[in-house]
């Protein structure tokens, strides 16, 4: 098995940046692709972005694009997202995943076997 938690999650101005991070824990050998996702409040999990197991590719929601980077540190079983310029509509609980399989830039929650417990954001305007 394979525990994720997230931190870094604060309130933070229309403009700011911010960054967030997850730690992992238990079988992190069985991780490859690892994923952000994001909910608000009466909405469905959205996909935000991922990194290859490699750490080599990324992929971005479009909304997201140009303003966040997603990494990871798989010596320290971590992954990060920085967060720049963020909107008010970024405003979600964020929460990292992790997948077994082997696939290469997941973007569907369905896609992924290990979740955090989420993280909260809130952008003010």
């Known amino acids: 098995q394979v525990q994720l938690v997230e931190s870094g999650g604060r309130l933070v101005q229309a403009g700011g940046s911010l960054r967030l991070s997850c730690a992992a824990s238990?079988?992190?050998?069985?991780?490859?692709?690892m994923g952000w996702f994001r909910q608000a409040p009466g909405k469905e999990r959205e996909f935000v972005a991922v990194?290859?197991?490699?750490?080599?590719?990324?992929l971005y929601a479009d909304s997201v694009k140009g303003r966040f980077t997603v990494s990871r540190d798989d010596a320290k079983n971590a992954l990060y997202l920085q967060m720049n310029s963020v909107k008010p509509e970024d405003t979600a609980v964020y929460y990292c995943?992790?997948?077994?399989?082997?696939?290469?830039?997941?973007?569907?929650?369905?896609?992924?076997?290990?979740w955090g417990q989420g993280t909260q954001v809130t952008v003010s305007s």
């Open positions: 995943a992790a997948e077994r399989d082997g696939l290469r830039l997941p973007s569907r929650p369905r896609d992924y076997d290990y």
């Open positions: 238990g079988r992190t050998f069985s991780m490859y692709a």
């Open positions: 990194i290859t197991w490699s750490g080599s590719s990324t």
